[in-house]
């Protein structure tokens, strides 16, 4: 449970972010996809959702979108909205604050988008406190962890099932290393999703 939905005391070190949008008087989740775009993934999600007409939200790597800015047209022309995951993937605790801006910087020209998650949902105090004057920091309520070769795409449907909640920001991830969960497990958790009442919105830009 620490990974796939973040503790109290964890949320608490980072007040300015994002972990959960609950509504009142309906039950909404927002589906989100990391680390993209990328063509051997991406495309295939995109016409996932439209099949089930959802739309989510993209937290793009710069670099990925300086090889393939033809992605990036492609999730804003079907209706999505996209965030900034930094130029390179970024773990902030690698890094210095200023070495981490610059790359936020250079991927925001690139992406252009008031929108922001950390990689791996990790960054200094420093770099948080920089980075929330210019932008919405996302963070999650829900990791599906698609990406772990140990799970089979049921036991990623079982944590959707388990944590999810109104108001979940559910992370998925558009990269060759979800690939394999991921096609099994993304028609399977919006259609638990939808029976379970569910409505999808995007993350306002």
Not at 17 to 45: C, H, M, N, S
Not at 66 to 74: K, N, V
Not at 134 to 150: A, C, E, F, G, P
């Amino acid at each position: 449970m620490l990974i796939e939905q973040p503790p109290l005391l964890y949320r608490l070190l980072f007040p300015e972010a994002v972990w959960r949008l609950k509504q009142r008087r309906r039950k909404v989740v927002y589906l989100t996809f990391d680390d993209g775009p990328i063509p051997e993934v991406t495309p295939w999600v995109l016409d996932t959702l439209d099949r089930y007409g959802v739309r989510a939200t993209f937290f793009m790597v710069g670099d990925n979108v300086r090889r393939h800015p033809w992605l990036l047209e492609e999730v804003r022309r079907r209706g999505h909205s996209f965030g900034n995951h930094t130029m390179h993937h970024l773990q902030g605790m690698k890094v210095t604050a200023r070495t981490y801006w610059r790359d936020v910087c250079e991927a925001d020209g690139l992406i252009d988008s008031p929108l922001f998650r950390p990689p791996h949902g990790i960054m200094r105090w420093k770099q948080a406190a920089a980075i929330k004057h210019h932008y919405n920091i996302i963070m999650y309520d829900l990791v599906t962890r698609d990406y772990s070769r140990r799970l089979t795409p049921a036991r990623v449907v079982d944590n959707v099932r388990r944590y999810a909640r109104n108001g979940s920001i559910i992370v998925f991830h558009d990269s060759l290393k979800a690939e394999r969960n991921l096609r099994d497990a993304l028609p399977a958790a919006i259609e638990w999703l939808r029976d379970e009442g569910y409505e999808f919105l995007t993350l306002p830009m």
